[in-house]
Structures are given as C-alpha cells and as structure tokens.
C-alpha cells in the first residue's frame, strides 16, 4: 500500500525539540521530494519544509527558518523533521506529504503527528 | 507570497444539490492551482490539480475550472461524505492555500 506514516509528535515545553519522523511505503521513495505541512488547531494548511529526492535542495518557510531542519534517509525511506527552539504558536498537526516533483502540489498525505508546545 | 482568498468560508447544500467554491489569486497563477479535500480527523486528500485536472480516484462529480486569478470547484449530486473543508493552493509563485471553505451537506 502506498502511504505515508508520521510519527514522534507529543507535548513539549518552549524552547525545547522534537524529532519527527515520516515512513515512506509501496513507492519508490528516492523518485520523489517530499514536505512537511502543519495545521494549527483549527486553522488552515501552512506550507513549512521541502527537500528534493537527494536533499541537494532544500526550502523552509520564514515561520520556522532557522529553528527547523528537514532531512531524509533513502535508505530506510524516511523523512525527518528536527525542530528546535520551539514556541506555542508551533503547536499543530504535522504532515508529511509528496509532491510531484515538476509541479509543486501535494499527491500523497500522511495522517499527521500532533505537536503541541506548552509550559 | 500570493495570497488565496477563498469564498465563502462555509456553505451548506442538501444532499444531491450543487456546491460551487470559488478560489481567487492575488495574482495571475496560471493554471497551476489544486484543491483538496479534509474531512474531520482526516488528512487532506488531492482532489484536482492544473485548475482541471482530477486526481486519480476522484468522481467526475468534482470539477475545477478556470485559470489566472479566478478558479471554482464545483461538485455536484452531493453526498453526505462530501461535507469537508476544501482548500486551494496555488504552485505557480513558490505555493501558497487559501483559507479553506467549509462545506456542510444538509
């Protein structure tokens, strides 16, 4: 089956981290770039990482530059975010998602790893 | 960032009815837009990608239409399941979502 399935999320206070995690399945991962996408309670799609099949190109949205770092390992087909000095306004659903490489919209979601920030 | 500005924000229909959402560009974007569907709980799910172009799986009951700054998505012979949030995203400047229109079927 094709999916994607995220992990690692939970409670944490501010200004400290959190490792996430995305497991590729039933695709060939290193044919694709990938992006981590959140959603704060309530709120709309946020955009915040991307890197390309072999991470020589790599993008973070102005909200988390600096703090956050994606990364991937082909060969255990996994995504990874480190997210680092974090605040109350990074609490949200975390998603991993695919694109099409040549067209930046988004075919294949996983389910989302909660992140929440507080004292 | 080009900013999405969808409308409305909610809509109801009764089952078997039409809903028609409008999705507006800040600037021109082409055709490069798409839209997804998010039931509660769920992920969002690819529905349409080029303005047109229906992802795979999708009912021809979804249709995306238009180009440049004005786009709709339109769904006919609604069904209870289709109640959602839908969101538009542009990829033609770097990527930006509108804010979502929320869709109760009723």
């Known amino acids: 089956e094709v999916q994607l399935v995220e992990s690692g999320g939970g409670l944490v206070q501010p200004g400290g981290s959190l490792r996430l995690s995305c497991a590729a399945s039933?695709?060939?991962?290193?044919?694709?770039?990938m992006n981590w996408v959140r959603q704060a309670p309530g709120k709309g799609l946020e955009w915040i990482s991307y890197?390309?099949?072999?991470?020589?190109?790599?993008y973070y949205a102005d909200s988390v530059k600096g703090r956050f770092i994606i990364s991937r390992d082909n060969a255990r087909n996994s995504l990874y975010l480190q997210m680092n000095s974090l605040r109350a306004e990074d609490t949200a659903m975390y998603y991993c998602?695919?694109?099409?490489?040549?067209?930046?919209?988004?075919?294949?979601w996983g389910r989302g790893t909660l992140v929440t920030v507080s004292s | 960032e080009v900013v999405m500005t969808q409308s409305p924000a909610s809509l109801s229909v009764s089952p078997g009815g039409r809903a028609t959402l409008s999705c507006r560009a800040g600037?021109?974007?082409?055709?490069?837009l798409a839209w997804y569907q998010q039931k509660p709980g769920q992920a969002p799910r690819l529905l349409i990608y080029?303005?047109?172009t229906r992802a795979t799986g999708m009912p021809a009951r979804f249709r995306g239409s238009g180009s440049g700054t004005e786009f709709t998505l339109t769904i006919s012979s609604l069904h209870s399941e289709d109640s959602a949030v839908y969101y538009c995203?542009?990829?033609?400047?770097?990527?930006?979502f509108g804010q979502g229109t929320k869709l109760e079927i009723k």
């Open positions: 080029d303005a047109s």
């Open positions: 600037q021109s974007v082409g055709t490069n």
């Open positions: 039933g695709f060939s991962f290193t044919n694709y770039s």
């Open positions: 890197t390309t099949s072999w991470s020589k190109t790599i």
């Open positions: 998602a695919r694109d099409r490489g040549s067209d930046w919209y988004f075919d294949l």
């Open positions: 995203q542009q990829y033609d400047h770097w990527l930006s």
